[in-house]
Nanobody, 120 residues
Framework: QLTLVESGGGLVQPGGSLRLSCAASGRIFSIYVMGWYRQAPGKQRELVAAITRGGSINYAESVKGRFTISRDNAKNTVYLQMNKLKFEDTAVYYC??????????????WGQGTQVTVSS
């Protein structure tokens, strides 16, 4: 079992910044692909950014150049630095840990989510 706890969400004005953190405990954090997802009201959950254990990174087009994902395996923590925030970034942000097991199965864990609201 891997437990994920997010923090750092809140209310911010457009153009502002927030840094989300996701602390993991319970299993070997470093082997998991870590990702940040978000879900806005009435919309499906979408991938924001992901980072592999080797440091390869993938971003959604909508956040490229504004958000930065990073991980500190010594601290069992993944971060999402969000700059130049826009109204449309408002959502609940979820931390995900993903480990492919076979072609058809994987080991996945989710945090409880943290609210990010961009409003003037």
């Amino acid at each position: 079992q891997l437990t994920l706890v997010e923090s750092g969400g809140g209310l911010v004005q457009p153009g502002g910044s927030l840094r989300l953190s996701c602390a993991a405990s319970g299993r070997i954090f470093s082997i998991y692909v870590m990702g940040w997802y978000r879900q806005a009201p009435g919309k499906q959950r979408e991938l924001v950014a992901a980072i592999t254990r080797g440091g390869s990174i993938n971003y959604a087009e909508s956040v490229k150049g504004r958000f930065t994902i990073s991980r500190d395996n010594a601290k069992n923590t993944v971060y999402l630095q969000m700059n130049k925030l826009k109204f449309e970034d408002t959502a609940v942000y979820y931390c995900n840990a993903h480990l492919p097991l076979t072609i058809a199965t994987s080991d996945d864990y989710w945090g409880q989510g943290t609210q990010v609201t961009v409003s003037s």
